[in-house]
Nanobody, 121 residues
Framework: QVQLVESGGGLVQPGGSLGLSCAAS????????MSWYRQAPGKERELVARIGSGGQTTYEDSVKGRFTISRDNAKNTMYLQMNSLKPEDTAVYYC???????????????WGKGTLVTVSS
């Protein structure tokens, strides 16, 4: 089985910084795109940032210039560095990855259980 486990959430003051990690484990042949999503109370889940297997990145407009996504392919781990945090960044942050379990199968979508980020004074 494949598991994605997020870590690093917590409470931070407005203007502060926080780093999230997502570690993939289990039977993994390769990991394609990895993404961070978030879901605020009463809102739809939204894509925050995505990083391709080659390091290409995309960001949701409201986090551009404040958040940085990265990955360490050797460790099957993805990161999200969040700076200049705002109260509206408060949400549960979910890790998503397209993972190929066997060499001759297609990639499947996997999700972590989420980690809560609260930005409040």
């Amino acid at each position: 089985q494949v598991q994605l486990v997020e870590s690093g959430g917590g409470l931070v003051q407005p203007g502060g910084s926080l780093g999230l990690s997502c570690a993939a484990s289990g039977s993994i042949f390769s990991i394609n795109a990895m993404s961070w999503y978030r879901q605020a109370p009463g809102k739809e889940r939204e894509l925050v940032a995505r990083i391709g297997s080659g390091g290409q990145t995309t960001y949701e407009d409201s986090v551009k210039g404040r958040f940085t996504i990265s990955r360490d392919n050797a460790k099957n781990t993805m990161y999200l560095q969040m700076n200049s945090l705002k109260p509206e960044d408060t949400a549960v942050y979910y890790c998503n990855a397209v993972i190929q379990v066997y060499r001759f199968t297609g990639g499947m979508n996997y999700w972590g259980k989420g980690t809560l980020v609260t930005v409040s004074s």
